[in-house]
């Protein structure tokens, strides 16, 4: 589920966390699996490794408010499914973010 500022919920050991893409989240990501590399992160996410996602969703919980430590994340009742699928909604808050414009100059 959506909420405001692009949150996204996802239930991790039964607990509710939020998911959001803030800079220093998107940062994170890119320097992590991307070496400072937008380009090179676009390439790498066509085909995500388990510990690409997990990285995502760790910087995307931290970026929610509540940081996870990684080991905690990976030893985790997940459903790699629903993780996915609120990786993407994070992610597709950057399209709906308010004052975008769709038009070009």
């Not at 699996?33 to 066509?46: S, T």
């Not at 995502?56 to 499914?81: F, Q, R, V, W």
Request: glycine content about 10%.
């Amino acid at each position: 589920m959506t909420h405001p500022r692009g949150d996204v919920r996802l239930q991790i050991n039964g607990e509710e966390r939020v998911l959001r893409l803030t800079l220093g989240a998107l940062a994170d990501i890119e320097d992590k699996l991307g070496g400072g590399d937008l380009a090179a992160l676009q390439e790498r996410l066509k085909n995500p490794r388990i510990s690409d996602i997990l990285l995502i969703l760790h910087a995307l919980i931290a970026g929610g408010g509540t940081p996870l430590a990684m080991e905690a994340l990976k030893a985790s009742d997940l459903d790699l499914s629903e993780a996915s699928k609120a990786i993407a909604k994070a992610f597709s808050a950057l399209e709906a973010a308010p004052g975008k414009s769709q038009a070009g100059p």
